[in-house]
């Protein structure tokens, strides 16, 4: 049996689940994939079985023979911005099952009616299926011409076993003494709200001094600020994160866009508490208002400083339960289902 994936940036997450699926299903797997981005420089390790091609190195011609010499059983790929990857999709379209990937959620703009409205018309013809990491997602998909029973879910999922076994090894320690640390993750551009977290953070300590900390991990385009409370990592490889899910308390992502956020889904299975916009995808999912943490409209600094200060103002008993909470909620995605997912549609074959 081979696999074929189309992709563009891989991730430590996405690497966890093909992992899993090489070993459940015996699968040979096949990555054509683009470098690694400059802002998020992972550093991968693939079994035998697992076979890499770098992007670069192909042009139409060369990835179609690539593809045909494959000759894979399955073919995931990754958006629509790829004219090789969609012609290639269309060329096996008839023959096998052929998915497509993509984290959008429905806005009901102007260009998505347009972009829908083509994509009807078109993407029978590409792909027979359509994997999107959660709800957000489904109405995009149905627009797009996609039937219930094609439409997969959960596709992103973070390494479940690596972050949910350090919130066992860390249990016992943070019921003790919970610690006092926000953890932010992602990188330093203006989408994930970082300036906002930065100056409600700061405007919280000069309001109420506390002895709470903001740590943060990440790189990018904006200058870490300089402050005595907020601690800056740089990149973090997921391996290397131990310490700081040890230390850490309560995971914060204020995204203005962010279609999903792999983040929080890692944080949950590490049992951290958690702050989101109402923009970060991945709450629906993993947040209960009020039981594991707290939403607010993104790019609203004062509903952001509001759920900073719940939690500021939570006892340490209560923080440990709703950690306890979000690590019940990250069960629901793990790369052992989203292995089974995609071996379902192996087994069902392709539906026209």
């Not at 420089?41 to 011609?61: A, V």
């Not at 489904?138 to 011409?145: D, M, N, S, V, W």
Request: include cysteine.
């Amino acid at each position: 049996m081979k696999i074929l994936f189309f992709y563009t940036e891989l991730a430590e997450y996405f690497i966890s689940c093909v992992n899993t699926l090489s070993i459940k299903s015996n699968a040979e797997i096949h990555i054509v994939k683009w470098s690694v981005n400059k802002e998020a420089p992972f550093q991968f390790s693939f079994p035998e079985k697992i076979k890499t091609y770098n992007r670069r190195e192909y042009n139409k011609k060369s990835l179609v023979e690539l593809s045909e010499n494959i000759s894979p059983d399955l073919i995931y790929c990754s958006g629509w911005m790829e004219d090789d990857y969609l012609f290639i999709c269309k060329k096996f379209r008839n023959r096998i099952s052929t998915i497509i990937g993509f984290d959008n959620h429905w806005k009901g703009t102007v260009q998505q009616y347009i972009g829908t409205f083509a994509g009807r018309i078109l993407f029978h013809h590409y792909f027979s299926h359509c994997w999107v990491p959660g709800k957000p997602q489904i109405e995009f998909a149905k627009r797009l011409g996609f039937n219930n029973e094609n439409i997969l879910t959960g596709f992103y999922s973070c390494d479940y076993n690596f972050f949910h076994n350090l919130y066992l090894s860390n249990s016992e320690q943070k019921k003790k003494i919970f610690p006092h640390k926000l953890i932010f993750v992602g990188r330093y551009y203006a989408f994930k709200g970082i300036k906002d977290l930065w100056n409600a953070f700061m405007e919280i300590q000069n309001e109420n001094p506390n002895d709470w900390e903001l740590w943060c991990l990440g790189t990018g385009d904006i200058d870490p600020i300089l402050h005595p409370k907020i601690k800056h990592f740089g990149f973090v490889q997921p391996k290397d994160m131990e310490n700081i899910i040890r230390d850490g308390g309560v995971f914060v992502l204020p995204s203005t866009f962010e279609p999903w956020g792999v983040a929080v889904h890692e944080f949950s299975a590490a049992g951290f508490p958690l702050i989101c916009s109402n923009e970060v995808g991945a709450h629906e999912i993993f947040l209960r208002e009020n039981e594991n943490g707290f939403t607010f409209k993104a790019g609203d600094i004062n509903g952001l400083k509001s759920a900073m200060k719940k939690i500021i103002s939570l006892p340490n008993e209560k923080l440990f339960e709703m950690g306890e909470q979000s690590a019940e909620l990250a069960k629901q995605i793990t790369p052992d289902k989203w292995a089974d997912t995609l071996m379902s549609i192996l087994k069902t074959g392709n539906r026209n």
